[in-house]
């Protein structure tokens, strides 16, 4: 099936330095990513939509300058967590459906940030 | 407005059927998903039904849908040890890949011997 590579899984940084999250489909093609935040013990939050070739549509109350989208090619979309602070600290997990289908949205595995 | 409700926890007894519950306000979703979370992973999905449909089943998983009332229900049967995890159902509203999913907020099921 359809496998989400998310890099890396698990990450420790220092308040103020920024974290660069990969999200990359394996054996398709996205055109489109999903960035979600998920706080502990509560539902994943959408925080923004990653189109390829053009700027990323945030949620509201997302701040774009803090969560940097680059979404380059149709199977990488990045997420950068602009200095970094504390209250940043979650799970955030990606995800893409394959242009082929418009129905299954498959998920990488997440990456815990940790910001001391 | 958009939004998915789900109760936040269900023990069942091993062996027996887990039922778990949702429901949505969006008449305009077109897919249904239920997505399952163990501790530190990821989301897998589980299944997902198209908005026209009314049930599906898939091995443990019957899914039933009642568009009419908007609610949404998930039946693992012969629950085992390893279904414990949380159970996120999701809809999907708009027909393209680029359609928003919007999650309920999970269903944390305990399996008792």
């Known amino acids: 099936g359809a496998v989400v590579s998310q890099h890396p899984s698990r990450v420790i940084c220092k308040s103020g330095t920024s974290v660069k999250i990969e999200c990359r489909s394996l054996?398709?093609?996205?055109?489109?990513m999903f960035w979600y935040r998920q706080f502990p013990k509560q539902s994943l939050m959408l925080m923004a939509t990653?189109?390829?070739?053009?700027?990323?549509?945030?949620e509201q109350g997302v701040e774009k300058d803090k969560f940097l989208i680059n979404h380059a090619s149709l199977t990488l979309s990045t997420l950068t967590v602009t200095s970094a602070h504390p209250e940043d600290s979650s799970f955030y997990i990606c995800?893409?459906?394959?242009?082929?289908?418009?129905?299954?949205?498959?998920f990488g595995s997440g990456t815990q940030l940790s910001v001391l | 407005g958009e939004d998915v409700e789900q109760s936040l926890f269900l023990s069942v007894r091993e062996g027996d059927s887990s039922v778990i519950n949702c429901t949505y306000t969006d008449s305009s979703s077109t897919y249904l998903y239920w997505y399952k979370q163990e501790p530190g992973a990821g989301l897998q999905l589980l299944t997902y039904i198209f908005s026209n449909m009314d049930m599906k089943q898939d091995q443990r998983l019957t899914v039933l849908l009642n568009k009419k009332d908007k609610h949404l229900s998930l039946r693992i049967a012969d629950t085992q040890t390893g279904d414990s995890a949380i159970y996120f159902c999701a809809e999907s509203i708009g027909y393209s890949s680029a359609s928003k999913i919007i999650f309920g907020s999970g269903t944390r099921l305990s399996i008792r011997p």
């Open positions: 995800s893409a459906t394959p242009i082929s289908t418009n129905e299954k949205l498959f």
């Open positions: 054996d398709f093609q996205a055109t489109t």
């Open positions: 990653s189109n390829e070739g053009s700027k990323a549509t945030y």
